[in-house]
């Protein structure tokens, strides 16, 4: 992680927080909080993360897709599908 991206709009570090760090990673330091509430977990199995499904709940705690800094832009790419599946579920 290049410092000068830390804790830019792209990457966000919570080293006080009680769960930090909640996903193993090999480097601590490129750890991103940003993402802390996966919005990708609205999209089911179409978000391409690591999870398992036990019981009918998505558990995600083997994911660190949100949690990588060169992946801000992954999340973002998919914030269509969000918005189309949340239309889905208003109409």
């Known amino acids: 992680m290049n410092n000068k991206n830390k804790n830019s709009y792209k990457f966000f570090q919570n ?10 990673m090999k480097n601590e330091d490129d750890f991103n ?6 919005p990708l977990y609205a999209l089911g ?10 019981n009918d709940i998505k558990d995600c705690s083997n994911c660190i ?11 973002l790419s998919k914030f269509n599908e969000i918005i189309e599946l949340t239309k889905k579920h208003s109409e």
Do not use: Q
């Not at 897709?65 to 999340?75: A, C, G, M, V």
């Open 15 to 24: 080293k006080d927080c009680e769960y930090f760090p909640c996903h193993n």
């Open 33 to 38: 909080c940003l993402f802390c509430y996966c």
């Open 45 to 54: 199995k179409n978000c391409k993360g690591n999870y398992l499904y036990i």
């Open 65 to 75: 897709i949100p949690h990588e800094s060169k992946n801000y832009e992954y999340i």
